[in-house]
Structures are given as C-alpha cells and as structure tokens.
C-alpha cells in the first residue's frame, strides 16, 4: 500500500523526490501519512478535497480484501 500511495502522489506533484509515506500499523488498522513539498499540498488535496478522497477510495478498496482498515492522512 505504502508504494501504491508514493506512486499516486509522485504523479501528481511538481516535486516527486520530496514525497515520503510513512506507515503506522496498528492490530486492525494501518495509518498512511503522506507529506509532500509545501507548494504541491493543493494539487494532493485537490479541488474540495476530491483527489485526496479518491486516493483514499482506493486505498480502503484495496485493504477491504485483507480484513484490515486503512486511513491516509495528509501531513503539512
């Protein structure tokens, strides 16, 4: 999951080298924190908070088949 979340966001910002995921687990549930140059946090979050949802889409669809919970948080 972790390089499914750097591959998205890699795409989308003008910065790719300063994406960094880290990854916390917990016994049901993983937290994602996604940080990202200061400039390219709006094009991450998107319009409304649209691409920032779909990204997360993704990832509980993603997680849904192992039993386990997955929260992306994006981090300034």
Known sequence: ???L???I???LVD???EVQVRELEGESTSIYELRVA???LGKVIGRRG???RAMRTILNC???KKGRRAVL???E
């Open 15 to 17: 910065n790719p080298d």
């Open 50 to 52: 649209r691409t920032a």
């Open 38 to 40: 200061k400039e390219d």
């Open 9 to 11: 966001a890699k795409a």
């Open 1 to 3: 999951m972790k390089e």
């Open 62 to 64: 993603s997680t849904v």
């Open 5 to 7: 979340i750097t591959y």
């Open 73 to 75: 948080e994006i981090v």
